[in-house]
């Protein structure tokens, strides 16, 4: 008896019993390919609900959001109130109404989203690993916002007034069609907030160790080029003060990730100088 008791008990060195929340991820980490598919399914169902009950939140207030996305607009025209949008069909204003509940119900859904992605990928990975998910996530988020943000109170309202002075220029009158004008609010606010992602992408390509700082290095002169033709397919217009006002600021970006980059491949050496010391 008293050897069955021994053996019973976890010896010293080894990890404790597991509790329920233990057990939950070693089955899912213990699961099929089809389970995990099925595991996948459910993530994007959820992520699409979310999409659509966020979608449905902004058409309840359309009239508030619809305001709030004609800032950009507004600050552009200045005096020239009179100049507006119009639409020159009779299905157009649909079209307008449903880019507004995307790119109102996109921004509202999207920490939802990311947490059901965060879930799914979860149990896959290392205790190292999840605890940088949690600061990951957050961040870029964080980065996402920061990007639609500069692009709505900055960039749109900047290209708008250059296609203005030029219309003007050439004594063009300036009636913009509004599923024009949504559409390209939407373009560049979704396509700048998700190219400010990209630091924490070369960042987690650092960390994971498929690149390396000399790597970043050696490609920092050509990012110029990139950055700019990025500026010229996400910006629609042709004027060098928009494609500089985006890229400079993702010229800085680059480098704020290569000096973090530089300080996780630091500290990645500096672990793995501690490990080989213990185990000698």
């Not at 990007?147 to 709505?152: I, M, N, Q």
Request: hydrophobic share 55%; aromatic share 14%.
């Amino acid at each position: 008896m008293q050897d069955e008791k021994s053996r019973a008990l976890p010896e010293d060195g080894d990890s404790p019993i597991k509790g329920d929340e233990d057990i939950a991820n070693s089955d899912k980490r213990d699961m099929s390919f089809l389970d995990h598919l099925e595991d996948l399914r459910g993530t994007l169902i959820r992520c699409i609900v979310a999409l659509f009950i966020a979608c449905f939140i902004v058409m309840g207030f359309l009239k508030y959001f619809a305001s709030l996305l004609n800032w950009p607009l507004q600050i552009a025209l200045g005096a020239n109130a009179e100049e507006g949008l119009i639409t020159t069909s009779p299905m157009a204003v649909f079209s307008v109404i449903l880019q507004i509940s995307f790119l109102g119900g996109f921004a509202l859904s999207l920490p939802f989203i990311l947490y059901f992605v965060a879930r799914f990928v979860a149990p896959g990975l290392t205790k190292k690993e999840l605890r940088a998910l949690k600061p990951g996530c957050f961040l870029a988020l964080v980065l996402f916002i920061i990007g639609a943000l500069f692009s709505f109170f900055a960039l749109v309202p900047a290209s708008l007034k250059a296609s203005i002075f030029f219309n003007h220029l050439f004594g063009f009158e300036v009636f913009w069609t509004a599923d024009r004008y949504y559409g390209l609010l939407m373009w560049m606010v979704m396509g700048i907030g998700l190219s400010f992602e990209f630091p924490l992408i070369i960042v987690l390509l650092v960390y994971i160790g498929i690149i390396d700082t000399t790597q970043l290095q050696s490609f920092r002169p050509y990012s110029i080029i990139v950055f700019l033709v990025l500026a010229a397919v996400i910006t629609p217009t042709t004027d060098p003060f928009t494609f500089l006002l985006l890229a400079v600021p993702m010229g800085l970006l680059y480098e704020m990730s290569l000096f973090i980059s530089k300080r996780v491949e630091s500290k990645k050496s500096s672990e793995m100088e501690d490990s080989e010391t213990s185990a000698a």
